[in-house]
Nanobody
Framework: QVQLVESGGGLVQPGGSLRLSCAASGNIFSIASMAWYRQAPGKQRELVASIIPGGSTNYADSVKGRFTISRDNAKNTVYLQMNSLKPEDTAVYYC???????????WGQGTQVTVSS
């Protein structure tokens, strides 16, 4: 069984920074992609950023230039560095991992990010 453990959320003032981490453990053999999603109250879950083993990344337009996704393949860990945070970034952030040959992705439990003065 695969587990995703997230950390790094919290309360930050507008313009501040946070770094999220997500470590995958368990019977996971080969990761295809790792990503971060977020869901704000009353809104649908949306993709924030994703990264594949070769290092190619993809970002939502709303976070380009402010957020950076990275991964440590040896540790099966993905990070999300969030800078210049805005109140509209407030949401629960979820880690998502897709494993080769497995139909359903794995999801973390979510970590709350609140941007407020």
């Amino acid at each position: 069984q695969v587990q995703l453990v997230e950390s790094g959320g919290g309360l930050v003032q507008p313009g501040g920074s946070l770094r999220l981490s997500c470590a995958a453990s368990g019977n996971i053999f080969s990761i295809a992609s790792m990503a971060w999603y977020r869901q704000a109250p009353g809104k649908q879950r949306e993709l924030v950023a994703s990264i594949i083993p070769g290092g190619s990344t993809n970002y939502a337009d709303s976070v380009k230039g402010r957020f950076t996704i990275s991964r440590d393949n040896a540790k099966n860990t993905v990070y999300l560095q969030m800078n210049s945070l805005k109140p509209e970034d407030t949401a629960v952030y979820y880690c998502n991992v897709v494993e080769w040959g497995v139909l359903s992705p794995y999801w973390g439990q979510g970590t709350q990010v609140t941007v407020s003065s």
